[in-house]
């Protein structure tokens, strides 16, 4: 298991079929945040993902079946809150986020964020397709319709959270597609502070987008407009 240096604070990394990249993502932890804990969550994986956790001696949260993101994120909070945790850092499997940027979003937190989110377009020179920006715009626009807040990426899945609010998304965390997005905007409604940090990422290192941009622009206007019309995640405001 990865040490526990800082005992308040646990990466949460949900897993689905990531066999091939978690081996590398679990080292670059291990090597470069030796002081933080880490848990896998396997999302209903079909293939060697749980193992490779628990090679890597790190604990996993074995799900029955695939839940998706949001279902995956709420059982690694869950875990977080239950042992203990003051604080949880997302993370994916796939190898674009990394370790070495964890720190300014743990920063952000103790300068009094509730929530941080790491933003890939402030941090460095990251590109996406024109199809992919145009979707991404309609969720900057919509969320800061919805909000009054700009962020530059709103659909960034690196975040980090702190109590009170991670036992929030341990119980209530948004489980429908972006999951990102809603959470974004539930957050801000509920008047928690919420900060973005630029951050560096990787470009994709294989594979496909699960979307073709104009069906991404599709899911994302439609997401807007049912936020705006019935908000779907309503959470306790902070006391």
């Not at 998706?68 to 977080?80: E, K, M, N, V």
């Not at 109590?163 to 948004?174: C, G, I």
């Not at 997005?181 to 294989?206: D, K, Q």
């Amino acid at each position: 298991m990865i040490s526990r240096g800082d005992a308040a604070t646990i990466v949460v990394i949900p897993a689905y079929n990531e066999e091939e990249t978690l081996p590398a993502v679990l080292a670059g932890l291990r090597r470069t945040r030796p002081d933080l804990d880490v848990v896998v969550v396997d999302d209903g994986s079909t293939d060697h993902t749980a193992a490779v956790a628990r090679a890597a001696d790190v604990p996993c949260v074995a799900l029955p079946f695939n839940l998706g993101i949001g279902g995956a994120l709420r059982a690694g909070y869950r875990f977080a809150a239950e042992a203990g945790y003051e604080r949880a850092v997302q993370f994916d499997a796939d190898g674009q986020q990394r370790a070495d940027q964890i720190e300014p979003l743990l920063v952000a937190l103790d300068e009094g964020a509730d929530l941080v989110v790491g933003s890939r377009f402030l941090g460095g020179d990251y590109r996406v397709s024109r199809g992919r920006g145009l979707a991404m715009g309609t969720l900057r626009l919509g969320v800061r319709v919805l909000t009054g807040r700009r962020f530059s990426d709103t659909s960034s899945g690196f975040r980090a959270v702190r109590r009170p609010l991670l036992d929030v998304f341990a119980t209530d965390y948004p489980v429908d597609y972006m999951d990102s997005v809603e959470t974004l905007v539930g957050v801000c409604r509920a008047g928690y502070r919420v900060h973005e940090v630029p951050t560096v990422m990787e470009e994709r290192a294989g594979g496909l987008p699960s979307q073709r941009p104009l069906r991404l622009v599709y899911h994302y206007a439609r997401l807007l407009v049912s936020l705006a019309a019935a908000p779907r995640w309503t959470i306790p405001k902070p006391s």
